[in-house]
Each structure stands twice: as structure tokens, then as C-alpha cells.
T-cell receptor
């Protein structure tokens, strides 16, 4: 069974540009979560999508947005990039109502560097 | 607001030693608690998941315990090996229906010396 896959692995953008990160959840998982891990900081919750809807978001500005597609894959978009957006972005998936047994499964991340 | 603390922040031990990593959380109304491992620059690997009704979980050389009433969990690693060197993260999911995301501690960076 394929795990959570994220693309691209690395992304270099210029300040002010837009970045798009992609995530494919484990087959059968309907929920996708996005986290930011900046250097020296902990994992910060960004967004939660389930069944195509945004269910919750963390304390991030509106230029962080995303969507979930009918096949449950997800995109994270970061507009007007700032230098401090440089971080490892991690995606996780879970079953919404069945995750008692499985917990959350994370992908390998996308390393975003803003120059 | 749930806060998760991990102590110590860093730990260095010789190979073969048994060790304990600590995690504490402020809101005992949790749904479950999950321990992860993260290698430098990599994603998270799930180690153990403990439901709120459970006291402990075991996988190989790893044993995690949960004391909800005191807001604590421990991860016990037996007979440590250099390959165990990584950052270990504790994360809790609260019971509130609209907040299913995990809240993470800042991690314990473990180094096992050969």
C-alpha cells in the first residue's frame, strides 16, 4: 500500500512569488492535514481538509490556502511568499471516523526555500 | 489551548542503554496520543498510537505509556542502538469534534553513541 506522497521534494521560489505543494493521501483516507516545520521551530498546524471542505485552520495568514480534490488529494498554496515561509511542509492523512486504530500517517515533506 | 512539552530537549546515551523520553500535556481531554520519529530533514514515522482508554502500547523495543489524569506519557526505548538516533515527537489529538489536528511537542533529539 502506497503511503502519503508529497511533491515536489524541494522547491525554490523568489520572495513575492506563489508556491503550490501537492499531497496524495493513503488510499481510503478522506482527511488531509498540512503542517509547517520551520527551522528551529516545532510543527505548526496549517489546514485540515475533509470530504473536499476546509474543516479547520491554524493561526496563519490568508495567503496560506489550499483545496482538496474529489480523489482526496490536496494542494497547499502559499501566495506572496516571504523569506520566513522557508520551511519543511508536511502533509498527513487519516480516516476521519476510523482513525482510532490508525492515527495519522505523514509524508516525507516538501522543502520550500524562499530567496 | 492544548500545550505539549517534551523533556529533555536533547539526550545523548551510549549504545545498549535503556532510556525514557517524557511528554506532558495540559488538557487531559485527549482522544489519543501518538509518538513519532523524525530523521533530519525527513518526514515523520509513526511509532506508537495510544488511545485515550489505553494505558500502554508496545512495539518491539519500544513501550509507550499514557496517564491521562496526570497529563503524561513516556516512551521507553530498550537496548538503544545508534540507528535509534533521531528526534522523537509526541503529539496529542484533543476530543473536540472540530479540532482533529494533532498538537506536537518540540521533540527530544536523541543521540546513541556507538
Amino acid at each position: 500500500e502506497a503511503g502519503v506522497t508529497q511533491s515536489p521534494t524541494h522547491l525554490i521560489k523568489t520572495r513575492g512569488q506563489q508556491a503550490t505543494l501537492r499531497c496524495s493521501p493513503i488510499s481510503g483516507h478522506t482527511s488531509v492535514y498540512w503542517y509547517q516545520q520551520a527551522l528551529g521551530l516545532g510543527l505548526q498546524f496549517l489546514l485540515w481538509y475533509d470530504e473536499g471542505e476546509e474543516r479547520n485552520r491554524g493561526n496563519f495568514p490568508p495567503r496560506f490556502s489550499g483545496r482538496q480534490f474529489p480523489n482526496y488529494s490536496s494542494e497547499l498554496n502559499v501566495n506572496a511568499l516571504e523569506l520566513e515561509d522557508s520551511a519543511l511542509y508536511l502533509c498527513a492523512s487519516s480516516l476521519v471516523y476510523g482513525d482510532r486504530g490508525n492515527g495519522y500517517t505523514f509524508g516525507s515533506g516538501t522543502r520550500l526555500t524562499v530567496v | 489551548k492544548q500545550e505539549v512539552t517534551q523533556i529533555p530537549a536533547a539526550l545523548s546515551v551510549p549504545e545498549g542503554e535503556n532510556l525514557v523520553l517524557n511528554c506532558s500535556f495540559t488538557d487531559s481531554a485527549i482522544y489519543n496520543l501518538q509518538w513519532f520519529r523524525q530523521d533530519p530533514g525527513k518526514g515523520l514515522t509513526s511509532l506508537l498510537l495510544i488511545q485515550s482508554s489505553q494505558r500502554e502500547q508496545t512495539s518491539g523495543r519500544l513501550n509507550a505509556s499514557l496517564d491521562k489524569s496526570s497529563g503524561r506519557s513516556t516512551l521507553y526505548i530498550a537496548a538503544s542502538q545508534p540507528g535509534d538516533s533521531a528526534t522523537y515527537l509526541c503529539a496529542v489529538r484533543i476530543s473536540s469534534g472540530s479540532a482533529r489536528q494533532l498538537t506536537f511537542g518540540s521533540g527530544t533529539q536523541l543521540t546513541v553513541l556507538p
